[in-house]
């Protein structure tokens, strides 16, 4: 017999030095691999982070900023509206009450009406020429600082108005008595917040952030925002405000990410704020330069290489990330260095915890697994396995052992032959799922627009609806009470009383039927039943019966219709260019005032003919004229005899010229009247 030989291969040695070599080329990779997802991982995470960081920062410090932009706009409008309203009475008595002559020859606020902590002061250098216009002009800036200046003062320092430059500063300042504190050497400086509200200075006229300074009086750190004073484009000076910078400092220096630093500075490269350089700040008056330190430098440089559309850039050494965000109205940057050794760090401690969990893993794989299972059973399970998961999400594997003649075998081939017959059955529920979904998004869409044309209707009813019930109220009250009065104290009355009372009826009919007339105008053009008959017309002849309707109601307010023509023929609907002029006229004479000149001319320019209404009223502020055209517009421009008006005149005109082919608009300088133009066709 012969005796049994051991086997010269080992198996169990075999599987056990294959195992250990993969173990430890497993530990490897994994250690590799580990090391640069945790890094990529954490860098991404600490990027996220940082993201939200300086949003979060960048609209914090940025609304001190656009605020006080909004402020001194807000400032200038009041004072410019106002401004246009002034009489021409002499302000001398009201400006010397108000200002005396110091023993220095400044004029200041007199010392028993001097009220700094509740009112705005005045100093006013002693060579300023006080003519009638700047008088009007400081009485007019010390009630619009005494008003607004209490409001901004829980954020900003101050609000101050200069006029023409250093002639007269007007400020705000509960603090302090600024202008008692200040001598006359100290207003005579030009400063910068003065000059940059110069034409030469600013020729865009637009408003400008000085740069930072360390102010001696209120020992503190503060910037300055200026927006220029100009009226029918004449410079007036200037209106500001000065913000203290300490809380953004404090945040900038003391407020930060850990390990991280924060720098704010601006995009000419001066340094506002820098957790270890304010010293050097402060010494260089706010005016330290970056490019003055070669660390700052890099950071500067490889921030202003980001642009806008990029978050985050390397430091030139490539050793930190920046987080770059815009502190808008003030136009700086604000900066967080994030070291890129503090990601290193972590990824290294996170990849030692991985290693050391991961080699002791795989040890305890090698003495669980063994080489049978793992390709007997193990391996056709885990294909099986990921078949049905494959199946789970719509897609099919080629993977199964079907050519196996054991129990797993068949397994595989039954399974093969169901997940078929489910896929075609997957199939043919995803096209009726699309025919579905997409049937049913069109019909979304089409109830959206339903829906949102609905709302739009009944938006319009109900501000229609609420015209009329307002407008007809008051004119129906008023004949109802006079024809009650006239049937009580008809036989006490004198026939001129009488006819006196019927007039007013009349004219409050006539009052009515227009605001009617407008309504009911409105509603045909936006019902669309309104028919235009466009023809040859004799624009001369219409314009003249058009005055003879008018001469009435012109005279009423003493007003006179100068009429220029020409003797071309105009193409449009007479009735409705009737009605145009018609409204543009009753325009001209409500805004007009009592005794004004009224121009009414037309002029032929090419085949156009051009027909020009032009009054004498306020005309229409600049930021009102998109609106003018408008449906229910209501504008800041009042009539002069307390007529009425619905805010429909001016949407029919544009409708009805718009329908002959032509065109309207308006011409107007705020203060100055208004001319409106319409425009169409002379012939065919």
């Not at 040695?13 to 890094?39: E, K, P, Q």
């Not at 006239?486 to 004198?494: C, F, H, K, S, T």
């Not at 219409?542 to 109601?553: I, K, P, T």
Request: aromatic share 8%.
């Amino acid at each position: 017999m012969d005796t049994l030989q051991p086997p010269r291969n080992s198996l169990f040695r075999r599987v056990l030095r294959n195992m250990a070599m993969r173990i430890v080329l497993a530990g490897a990779l994994l250690s590799a691999l580990s090391y640069y997802c945790s890094y990529v991982n954490f860098q991404e995470e600490a990027l996220a982070n940082l993201a939200q960081y300086i949003s979060a920062r960048s609209q914090l410090e940025s609304e001190l900023f656009v605020q006080a932009e909004a402020n001194t706009k807000i400032v200038r409008d009041e004072f410019l509206r106002r401004y246009v309203l002034l009489d021409e009475t002499d302000p001398a008595p009201a400006f010397y009450s108000l200002i005396a002559q110091d023993k220095d020859r400044m004029w200041r606020v007199r010392v028993q009406k001097d009220d700094f902590e509740r009112k705005a002061t005045i100093a006013i250098l002693p060579n300023t020429p006080q003519t009638p216009t700047f008088m009007r002009q400081v009485l007019l800036g010390y009630d619009i600082l005494s008003q607004y200046g209490p409001a901004f003062r829980n954020r900003y320092y101050d609000t101050f108005i200069d006029f023409n430059v250093s002639d007269c500063s007007l400020m705000y300042l509960p603090d302090l008595n600024y202008a008692r504190n200040g001598s006359v050497a100290d207003f005579a400086a030009d400063l910068e917040v003065e000059l940059g509200a110069t034409p030469i200075k600013n020729v865009e006229r637009k408003t400008f952030w000085t740069s930072i300074y360390f102010d001696r009086q209120a020992l503190r750190w503060m910037v300055s925002v200026v927006t220029p004073l100009d009226y029918l484009g004449k410079y007036i000076g200037g209106i500001g405000q000065d913000v203290l910078l300490d809380q953004l400092i404090e945040r900038n220096n003391k407020t930060s990410i850990p390990g991280t630093y924060n720098i704010t500075m601006t995009r000419s490269g001066e340094l506002i704020a820098h957790p270890d350089k304010m010293d050097k700040i402060k010494a260089s008056q706010g005016h330290y330069k970056v490019q003055q330190d070669p660390v700052l430098k890099g950071i500067y440089e490889a921030t202003l290489s980001a642009g806008r559309d990029r978050r985050f850039v390397e430091t030139p050494d490539g050793l930190n990330w920046l987080g770059v965000a815009p502190i808008e109205g003030a136009n700086w940057l604000f900066v967080t260095v994030y070291p890129k050794k503090l990601l290193q760090e972590k990824a290294a401690k996170t990849t030692s915890i991985v290693l050391l969990l991961g080699m002791l893993a795989l040890v305890v794989e090698l003495f669980l697994m063994t080489w049978v299972l793992k390709k007997e059973v193990a391996k056709p399970l885990s294909r099986l396995n990921k078949a049905i998961n494959a199946l789970a999400t719509g897609a099919s594997s080629d993977q199964l052992d079907i050519e196996r003649t054991d129990e797993l075998g068949d397994l595989a081939r039954n399974f093969d032959d169901m997940s078929r017959t489910v896929q075609l059955h997957r199939q043919h529920l995803e096209k009726l799922v699309d025919v579905r979904t997409g049937e049913l998004a069109s019909r979304n869409e089409q109830l959206e627009v339903l829906n949102d044309s609905l709302v739009h209707l009944n938006k319009e009813k109900n501000e229609l609806l609420a015209i009329a019930a307002h407008d007809l109220k008051n004119p129906i009250a008023s004949i109802q009470g006079m024809a009650h009065l006239i049937a009580i104290r008809l036989d006490e009355w004198p026939r001129e009383r009488v006819l006196d009372r019927l007039a007013g009826i009349g004219l409050l009919a006539d009052r009515t039927q227009g605001i009617l007339s407008n309504l009911l105008d409105h509603e045909a053009l936006e019902s669309g039943s309104v028919q235009i008959y466009m023809e040859s017309l004799c624009l001369n002849a219409l314009l003249l019966e058009l005055l003879s309707s008018w001469e009435e109601r012109l005279a009423i307010k003493q007003q006179v219709c100068l009429l220029v023509t020409c003797n071309h023929p105009i193409w449009a609907d007479r009735q409705a260019l009737w009605q145009v002029l018609d409204n543009l006229l009753s325009n001209a004479s409500k805004y007009s005032p009592q005794g004004s000149v009224i121009h009414l001319n037309s002029a032929l320019d090419g085949e156009v003919l051009r027909i020009c209404v032009v009054d004498q009223g306020p005309g229409v502020a600049p930021h009102e004229i998109s609106k003018l055209f408008l449906k229910f517009s209501r504008l800041s421009a009042l009539p002069t005899g307390g007529e009425h008006t619905t805010g429909l005149g001016l949407s029919i005109v544009k409708r009805l010229v718009e329908a002959m082919q032509g065109r309207v608009y308006c011409q107007s300088q705020f203060g100055s009247g208004a001319t409106f133009v319409v425009e169409l066709q002379s012939r065919l």
